[in-house]
């Protein structure tokens, strides 16, 4: 389905019908039509069906984002010099850990999965109602996406609701990880027979995106607690990789561009539009320092917010040293892999004059890959500083395009081709399959982002496969899950966060005095921060709700 026939749809549903969350379950599903009339024609059929893919919207560069990428490796939320983004603490409790019922971007990503299931449900129900030739492939693309937002939840939160029924008003009680799990995967077995073909159907949810949904669910479920289905994960990843109109660009950038849509390594993705007013993909206002529109020449104001995990961005660096040298040019390095374009790096200059652009304290906008947290501007009475405007790498993975004002025309794929290449891998390595067919699989990728087979792996490892996908999917929104699974959840990477670090700087807003390892610290180790607490407000609604275990019950 072409991106404009899609946003066509989308704005004719919008204004149609409003859809409840499956926490409160009595709302009208109607504005302006009565349910009982509307569904009854196919393009109201297929509007309603595009909302159910409009959700797919919050998942980039929403809540959770920053609950995967920050409580993960690869992202900070850190609060500026001045106080800007700590907002209540939400991002240091991610980064440390420390998240509990009322964390904001908790909140924030439980409320957009389970509108976006409400949506899934009270749409599914008109749809299966109709008497439309192709209603069981559009219920089934709409079962789909619920299924997508119960991973979502299922990987978050573990012992969720499941609500699958539009029809039954009762407020659900959670459902076991395993329980939830376990219907999951055969609601998208069930699914697979009526589901489009990829080919020909870029944006839809189809046979390809249900077998990535499942290797996802079947390579995660061991560190899940719910037993080894490697096998399971190979032969799904297996059966993405032979579909059919899908394939491996020969420009990693491409997948990446301002007009990605439509590319053919995308099996699931959200459809944006630089002339969305809602759900927008808002990513250059999250990532860009305050000034940094004039280095793109375009017309916006930045919120100068996240930027990377220092010790990331080092695995991208043939020299790691180099991250706190402020003249340092990371993308000339021929040693550097070339994938450090996932990151915005270095100083940045006015693209109409060339001039140096400065931060609002007068310093270089220059973003060195380093991240220097200020003493003397302890938070919450933690170790969380405040850092300079300037510091850290920023997303430069997705094009910004000198015409970008208030929202991004980028697609974000959800699944994409390459990561089930690395699935199949590390699903045939822990399940002694092909070392062989694993190491050709992760080469293949690689050699894509070299340009060549001069930095091919002889034989790969699991430590090998985990380091590739860090390399070629930053800023993806898998980390976390990825570093339960390899066993790394604990381990940040921001070793300058435990530095003494002297509020005395020199002409590029460098500390001119350094003391490493000054505050000795950790991430908590406790098992049960692998799941996020449920939100108190969730609770507030459906007290019918249970806390997981190791955070304080509800009462």
Same mark, same amino acid.
């Given at each position: 389905?072409?991106?404009?026939?899609?946003?066509?749809?989308?704005?004719?549903?919008?204004? *149609?019908?409003?859809?409840p969350?499956?926490?409160?379950?009595?709302?009208?599903?109607?504005?302006q039509?009565?349910?009982?009339?509307?569904?009854?024609?196919?393009?109201?059929?297929? !509007?309603?069906?595009?909302?159910?893919?409009?959700?797919?919207?919050?998942?980039?560069?929403?809540?959770?984002?920053?609950?995967?990428?920050?409580?993960?490796?690869?992202?900070?939320?850190?609060?500026?010099?001045?106080?800007?983004?700590?907002?209540?603490?939400?991002?240091?409790?991610?980064?440390?850990?420390?998240?509990t019922?009322?964390?904001?971007?908790?909140?924030?990503? @439980?409320?957009?999965?389970?509108?976006?299931?409400?949506?899934?449900?009270?749409?599914?129900?008109?749809?299966?109602?109709?008497?439309? &030739?192709?209603?069981?492939?559009?219920?089934?693309?709409?079962?789909?996406?619920? #299924?997508?937002?119960?991973?979502? *939840?299922?990987?978050?939160?573990?012992?969720?609701?499941?609500?699958?029924?539009?029809?039954?008003k009762?407020?659900?009680?959670?459902?076991?990880?395993?329980? &939830?799990?376990?219907?999951?995967?055969?609601? %998208?077995?069930?699914?697979?027979?009526?589901?489009?073909?990829?080919?020909?159907?870029?944006?839809?949810?189809?046979? #390809?995106?249900?077998?990535?949904?499942?290797?996802k669910?079947?390579?995660?479920?061991?560190?899940?607690?719910?037993?080894?289905?490697?096998?399971?994960?190979?032969d799904e990843?297996?059966?993405?990789?032979?579909?059919?109109?899908?394939?491996?660009?020969?420009d990693?950038?491409?997948?990446?561009s301002?007009?990605?849509?439509?590319?053919?390594?995308?099996?699931?993705?959200?459809?944006?539009?630089?002339?969305?007013t809602?759900?927008?993909?808002?990513?250059?206002?999250?990532?860009?320092?305050? %000034?940094?529109?004039?280095?793109?020449?375009?017309?916006?104001?930045?919120?100068?917010?996240?930027?990377?995990?220092?010790?990331?961005?080092?695995?991208?660096?043939?020299?790691?040293?180099?991250?706190?040298?402020?003249?340092?040019?990371?993308?000339?390095?021929p040693?550097?892999?070339?994938?450090?374009?996932?990151?915005?790096?270095?100083?940045?200059?006015?693209?109409?004059?060339?001039?140096?652009?400065?931060?609002?304290?007068?310093?270089?906008?220059?973003?060195? &890959?380093?991240?220097?947290?200020?003493?003397?501007?302890?938070?919450?009475?933690?170790l @969380?500083?405040?850092?300079?405007?300037?510091?850290?790498?920023? %997303?430069?993975?997705?094009?910004?395009?000198?015409?970008?004002?208030?929202?991004?025309?980028?697609?974000?794929?959800?699944?994409?081709?390459?990561?089930?290449?690395?699935?199949?891998?590390? !699903?045939?390595?822990?399940?002694?399959?092909?070392?062989?067919?694993?190491?050709?699989?992760?080469?293949?990728?690689?050699s894509?982002?070299w340009?060549?087979?001069?930095?091919?792996?002889?034989?790969?490892? *699991?430590?090998?496969?985990?380091?590739?996908?860090?390399?070629?999917?930053?800023?993806?929104?898998?980390?976390?899950?990825?570093?339960?699974?390899?066993?790394?959840?604990?381990?940040?990477? @921001?070793?300058?966060?435990?530095?003494?670090?002297?509020?005395?700087?020199?002409?590029?807003?460098?500390?001119?005095?350094?003391t490493?390892?000054?505050?000795? /610290?950790?991430?908590?180790?406790?098992?049960?921060?692998?799941?996020?607490?449920?939100?108190?407000?969730? /609770?507030?609604?459906?007290?019918?709700?249970?806390?997981n275990?190791?955070?304080?019950?509800?009462?």
């Amino acid at each position: 389905m072409k991106k404009n026939k899609i946003f066509s749809l989308l704005a004719a549903a919008s204004l *149609l019908i409003t859809v409840p969350s499956c926490t409160n379950l009595d709302e009208s599903i109607y504005d302006q039509l009565p349910a009982e009339t509307f569904g009854s024609t196919a393009t109201e059929i297929n !509007a309603l069906v595009g909302t159910c893919y409009n959700t797919l919207k919050r998942v980039f560069p929403s809540d959770g984002l920053t609950m995967s990428e920050a409580a993960g490796s690869v992202m900070i939320y850190p609060t500026r010099k001045g106080g800007d983004w700590w907002d209540g603490g939400q991002y240091m409790q991610m980064f440390m850990h420390t998240y509990t019922n009322m964390t904001s971007c908790n909140i924030g990503a @439980w409320n957009a999965a389970m509108e976006s299931i409400g949506t899934c449900n009270a749409n599914l129900n008109t749809v299966l109602g109709s008497d439309m &030739a192709d209603k069981d492939e559009k219920a089934a693309e709409i079962r789909g996406i619920r #299924a997508y937002w119960y991973y979502y *939840l299922i990987d978050k939160w573990g012992n969720i609701p499941l609500v699958t029924d539009y029809n039954d008003k009762e407020l659900p009680a959670n459902s076991s990880r395993s329980e &939830a799990y376990n219907w999951l995967v055969s609601e %998208v077995n069930s699914l697979i027979s009526a589901l489009p073909a990829a080919d020909g159907n870029y944006g839809k949810f189809t046979k #390809a995106s249900a077998h990535a949904l499942l290797a996802k669910l079947y390579l995660n479920s061991e560190a899940w607690g719910l037993g080894d289905k490697y096998s399971q994960a190979a032969d799904e990843a297996q059966q993405v990789i032979n579909t059919t109109g899908l394939e491996l660009l020969s420009d990693w950038s491409d997948n990446f561009s301002w007009n990605n849509s439509g590319n053919k390594e995308s099996i699931l993705c959200a459809q944006y539009s630089s002339t969305d007013t809602r759900n927008t993909n808002s990513l250059h206002f999250r990532t860009l320092g305050y %000034v940094e529109n004039q280095a793109i020449g375009a017309n916006f104001g930045a919120w100068n917010g996240f930027c990377a995990q220092p010790d990331y961005v080092k695995l991208f660096m043939a020299d790691p040293s180099k991250a706190s040298d402020p003249s340092y040019t990371y993308y000339d390095d021929p040693a550097n892999d070339p994938r450090i374009a996932s990151f915005r790096l270095g100083q940045q200059y006015s693209k109409a004059t060339g001039e140096v652009l400065m931060t609002g304290h007068s310093l270089p906008m220059n973003h060195y &890959a380093e991240v220097f947290p200020l003493n003397g501007t302890e938070r919450d009475g933690t170790l @969380w500083r405040e850092v300079q405007q300037q510091d850290g790498g920023r %997303v430069g993975k997705w094009e910004y395009d000198a015409s970008l004002s208030s929202a991004m025309n980028n697609d974000f794929a959800i699944f994409r081709l390459a990561d089930f290449y690395l699935v199949r891998a590390e !699903a045939l390595l822990r399940s002694g399959g092909s070392v062989s067919e694993a190491t050709s699989l992760v080469n293949a990728v690689r050699s894509r982002a070299w340009g060549d087979a001069s930095h091919n792996y002889a034989t790969v490892t *699991l430590d090998d496969i985990q380091l590739e996908r860090r390399l070629e999917l930053a800023w993806e929104g898998v980390s976390r899950e990825d570093d339960i699974r390899f066993g790394c959840y604990t381990t940040d990477k @921001w070793e300058m966060f435990r530095a003494g670090v002297s509020t005395d700087v020199d002409d590029y807003g460098m500390p001119k005095t350094i003391t490493a390892n000054a505050f000795p /610290w950790n991430r908590p180790t406790d098992k049960y921060l692998e799941l996020f607490p449920i939100p108190f407000t969730a /609770w507030q609604t459906n007290p019918n709700l249970k806390q997981n275990d190791g955070y304080p019950a509800f009462n």
